[in-house]
């Protein structure tokens, strides 16, 4: 999604949750998660800030269509995919501080966000 702030700025973020009147996203360099509420039709900041929020899906243009083989994964992989899911998997329960990643595997790995490297995770507020 893209952020609009009234001064202009642009911030494309990640989706968290979204509900009829509220969004949850993160955004590279920043180190909170935000949140937006919707009042009458507009979208809010935590700073009371009216923004204006763009989807993907509402933008303008066709998107490239992938290419047939960018499309099909390897017999191991899928093999593995179709496993996980007759046998189901454990939920992985996030701690404070803790952020879930995927290993080169495809298994989830729970991380300490004060494992990460300063400027990932770390810093100001993002506009």
């Known amino acids: ?3 609009t702030y009234l001064n202009g700025t642009l911030l494309e973020a990640v989706v968290l949750s979204h509900e009829e009147n509220a969004i949850r996203a993160i955004a590279p360099g920043c180190d909170d998660v935000l949140m937006f509420t919707r ?4 979208w809010i900041s ?3 800030e009216p923004v204006a929020i763009e989807f993907a899906w509402q933008r303008r243009g066709t998107s ?8 099909i994964c390897p017999k191991t992989l899928a093999a593995r ?5 007759f046998r189901g998997c454990e939920p992985v329960v996030a701690e404070l ?9 495809g298994k989830r790995v729970p991380i300490s966000i004060s494992e ?3 400027e990932v995770g770390r810093g100001s507020r993002c506009h």
């Open 97 to 105: 501080e803790t952020l879930c990643v995927f290993s080169p595997e």
């Open 116 to 118: 990460l490297p300063q």
């Open 1 to 3: 999604m893209t952020i």
């Open 39 to 42: 009042i009458h039709g507009t």
């Open 64 to 71: 490239p269509t992938p290419s047939l083989a960018a499309c």
């Open 81 to 85: 995919l179709i496993q996980s899911l």
């Open 46 to 48: 935590e700073e009371i």
